[in-house]
């Protein structure tokens, strides 16, 4: 009998399982310090329209299946962002700005080799009704202090703005296909193929330059201030690049512009993207954690149209980042074990009971073996402290046995007084 899971798929153990619910707990912990409220989604919706959110590219990796009370085709979520669009475009009554943060599964097909996986754990915010560049310098300081909550310290948030490309599309008056072309050349890095594109298409040399060099373009504020120099002309791309400067400034009064770096050659992965878009690199991973945008006309897509960005993380990516650099604990710590040799066991229901109405945790050893066996297995399993009961025959003396190799033994009601 085959018990395997299918390719794309896997279940994680009880020491992984608590290290991604620690991580989640912690980034919620910061999330909520800035206002957000929960939300809880489906995992299902119908296909027709999770479809209108989630673009072209995205839809053909969705997982379908019929609903068999009506016969609709319906999907597995794909993404959060177009749930949370269509939630909000289903409101009467819509007040602004609304601060979400969202955690689940979603499920995407790619090639079941390597690490890749069907099924990815993410967790994110979503900022709706603002179109002030504040909305996106939160998102991104929320982010940030993710990070720094978790204990990492080199990491880099790679900045770019689309409008930078709507501004040269409107520039060189391209069509929607010579556009798709244009930026496929960009996507890929494809130096030769953007000299190709401009030479009959620009005269000007610094907008040339700029544009057959825009997949290299990377660096801090002084490149952006540079470029607005040469560039000053166009005033879309100026608007676009300007953009980035007040935002830089906005990110600055929050103290985390040294982690800023703007990459105008990284366009993002979601049709949606309107403006400020970022992505979260760390130096010595060889994948993104995070990343995140402004997309102020997907809410169109439904009902309505509403400025909004947000960010999320892949969480097993973080996962993967922080258990490498031993970030967080391996296992989950418990407070008591109990073993009691007695026939009865009747100290230990009482003993167990008294501790877990002061908050312990408390597990019984119910497995008839050596107590010095026992006793191994707990530390073993995380406990912090073994109590042992009944070794001497008559005695209602309790034995604690600390992580450390401490023992200590004390009577009953010495032991109640000490814990109470």
């Known amino acids: 009998m085959n018990i395997d899971l299918p390719k794309g798929i896997r279940a994680f153990s009880p020491e992984e399982s608590f290290q991604i619910e620690y991580i989640k707990e912690r980034i919620f912990s910061v999330i909520k310090l800035w206002g957000y409220e929960r939300i809880i989604l489906p995992q299902i919706e119908y296909f027709e329209v999770h479809r209108r959110g989630i673009g072209k590219e995205l839809e053909n990796r969705t997982f379908r299946l019929i609903d068999r009370a009506e016969g609709e085709i319906i999907t597995l979520r794909a993404d959060f962002t177009a749930q949370i669009a269509r939630y909000v475009s289903s409101l009467r009554k819509k007040e602004f700005p609304m601060r979400f943060y969202y955690y689940g599964n979603l499920f995407r097909y790619v090639p079941p080799k390597a690490d890749n996986l069907w099924e990815r754990k993410q967790i994110g915010v979503e900022l ?83 544009i057959v060099n825009i997949p290299e373009i990377q660096g801090d504020i002084n490149l952006i201030r540079s470029l607005r120099k040469n560039l000053e002309k166009y005033n879309e791309i100026d608007q676009a690049l300007k953009e980035l400067e007040d935002l830089f400034r906005i990110l600055s009064n929050y103290g985390i512009s040294g982690k800023v770096i703007f990459d105008l050659g990284e366009p993002r992965e979601f049709f949606y993207y309107t403006g400020v878009v970022f992505e979260i690199i760390l130096p010595d991973f060889y994948k993104p954690i995070g990343q995140g ?43 008591f074990f109990i073993i009691d040799t007695t026939p009865d066991k009747e100290i230990a229901h009482k003993v167990a009971d008294f501790l877990r109405q002061r908050g312990y945790s408390v597990a019984r050893d119910i497995v ?10 707990a530390f073993e399993k995380g406990f912090k402290n ?30 109640l007084k000490k814990f109470q």
């Open 128 to 210: 709706i009704g603002v179109d002030e560049l504040e909305g996106d310098a939160e998102v991104i300081t929320i982010a940030s202090k993710v990070l720094d909550c978790l204990g990492i310290d080199e990491y880099q948030i790679d900045i770019n703005n689309i409008k930078i490309f709507e501004g040269i599309r409107s520039v060189l008056s391209l069509s929607e296909d010579e556009y798709k072309k244009f930026m496929e050349f960009v996507k890929h890095r494809e130096v030769y193929y953007l000299k190709e594109f401009v030479k009959y298409k620009v005269n000007d040399k610094l907008l040339s330059d700029f």
């Open 293 to 335: 945008g402004r997309y102020d006309n997907l809410l169109s897509q439904y009902n309505g149209n509403y400025p909004a960005t947000g960010f999320a993380f892949n969480l097993i990516n973080l996962w993967n980042y922080l258990s490498q650099k031993k970030l967080i604990p391996e296992k989950m710590e418990k407070d």
């Open 368 to 377: 008839e073996r050596k107590y010095e066996d026992s006793i191994k297995y």
């Open 386 to 415: 073994v109590i042992v009961i009944g070794i001497d025959r008559g005695s209602k003396d309790i034995y604690i046995y600390s992580v450390g190799g401490s023992i200590e033994k004390l009577p009953f009601e010495e032991f």
